[in-house]
C-alpha cells in the first residue's frame, strides 16, 4: 500500500492481517516498523528487521546468526517450521510496515525455507 502519511495504511493492514488470521489464512502474523519515515528514528537495517522478526516467531536471540545472509536464510527457515508446525500447513504473514525502498523489504520476503538447524527453530 502506499499513501500520505496519517491516512490509516498501517490501521488497514493491521485489520485485515487480523481478520484474515480469524479466518484461518495464515499460521502466525509477524510486523515490523522499518521507520522509513518517522522523523526522529533512522530507518530500520535489514539485519535489524530480521532478529526482529525472529524473535517475533519464538527464536531464541541467542540463536539468532550475526551475519545479514545467515540471518536471512534463518529466518526463511524459522518461516517455513512455522508452516509445518500448523496442521495445514498455511503460511506465515509478514508484514513490513513504513518502507521507503524495496531494498529494505526484499530481504524480509519469504522464500524457499532451507533444512531448519537442529535445535534453533520454535
Given at each position: 500500500m502506499s499513501?500520505?502519511?496519517g491516512?490509516?495504511?498501517?490501521?488497514l493492514a493491521l485489520?485485515?492481517?487480523?481478520?484474515?488470521a480469524r479466518r484461518g489464512w495464515f499460521c502466525a502474523q509477524l510486523f515490523v516498523d522499518l521507520h522509513s519515515y518517522t522523523p526522529t528514528t533512522p530507518p530500520i537495517e535489514a539485519a535489524t528487521a530480521l532478529d526482529t522478526l525472529l524473535?517475533?516467531?519464538?527464536?531464541?536471540?541467542?540463536?539468532?546468526?550475526?551475519g545479514l545472509e545467515e540471518r536471512a536464510a534463518f529466518y526463511r527457515s524459522a518461516l517455513h517450521a512455522l508452516t509445518q508446525a500448523y496442521a495445514q500447513h498455511r503460511p506465515v504473514l509478514v508484514v513490513p510496515d513504513n518502507a521507503h525502498h524495496?531494498?529494505?523489504i526484499e530481504t524480509l520476503?519469504?522464500?524457499?525455507?532451507?533444512a531448519p538447524l537442529a535445535g534453533h527453530l520454535p
Open positions: 499513501g500520505m502519511g491516512v490509516g495504511k498501517t490501521a485489520k485485515t492481517a487480523a481478520m484474515a524473535r517475533q516467531a519464538g527464536v531464541d536471540p541467542e540463536d539468532i546468526p550475526p524495496l531494498d529494505q520476503l519469504p522464500g524457499p525455507g532451507q
